[in-house]
């Protein structure tokens, strides 16, 4: 595809339970990124991913959080027990050689 | 020091104005400064970027001005048309293995017709 694209769109779920959000950046980007996106907390950095290299794991805001990338390309960003303020706008960006990121159009995540 | 502040929260402008948007930063180590787009129910798009090593970068109808001195940047949007309605958002980002960008809070912008 021509972007980054996430799946799913939207995603409710019950206060618990856990949830997997899925990217797939541009063909041929090997950096990766996710932020969150909140009311109350802006755009922040989640965490970053740059070929086979130990992921930059800073901005995760709790260990219920984790993320991984298979093959250099598809991440997953997994939020356990997840709770009520959890509820945001999951963006995954990939970065381009120039050093651009772009951004997919994000998952929505409600928590009951 | 790791702070982008962004101004205005929001801005309405008339059409044909111009927009001004102004971001300030602290962290002399940033070297890089893009500027995003974002429209209801999508993602940030990027608008323009620009390095401190040059103090205005102009893309059509869209130009960032730069105060490396003043540690200020700012983007300008001319002749502003109601399709330009969005919230934009600067941010900033420094060379190093992440690159991971700081952003600002977002200015909500209306262009009436």
């Known amino acids: 595809g021509a972007g980054v694209s996430q799946s799913p769109s939207n995603k409710v779920t019950e206060k618990g339970k856990d949830v997997e959000l899925r990217c797939d950046p541009i063909s041929g980007h090997t950096a990766l990124y996710w932020y969150r996106q909140s009311l109350g907390q802006g755009l922040e950095f989640l965490i970053y991913f740059q070929g086979n290299s130990a992921p930059d794991k800073s901005g995760l805001p709790s260990d219920r959080f984790s993320a991984e990338r298979t093959g250099g390309s598809v991440s997953t960003l997994t939020i356990q027990r997840t709770q009520q303020e959890d509820s945001a706008v999951y963006l995954c960006a990939s970065r381009s050689g120039y050093n651009e990121q772009f951004f997919g159009p994000g998952t929505r995540l409600t928590v009951l | 020091q790791q702070q982008v502040k962004q101004s205005p929260q929001s801005l309405i402008v008339q059409k044909g104005g111009i927009s001004i948007i102004n971001c300030a930063y602290e962290?002399?180590?940033?070297?890089?400064f893009p500027w995003y787009q974002q429209f209801p129910g999508k993602g940030p798009a990027l608008l323009i970027a620009?390095?401190?090593?040059?103090s205005e970068k102009k893309e059509g109808r869209f130009t960032i001005s730069f105060n490396k001195s003043a540690k200020q940047f700012s983007l300008h949007i001319m002749d502003s048309q109601p399709g330009d309605s969005a919230t934009y958002f600067c941010a900033a980002s420094f060379g190093g293995a992440t690159n991971k960008l700081i952003f600002g809070t977002g200015t909500l912008l209306a262009v009436q017709p």
């Open positions: 620009i390095r401190p090593d040059v």
């Open positions: 962290n002399t180590a940033f070297d890089y």
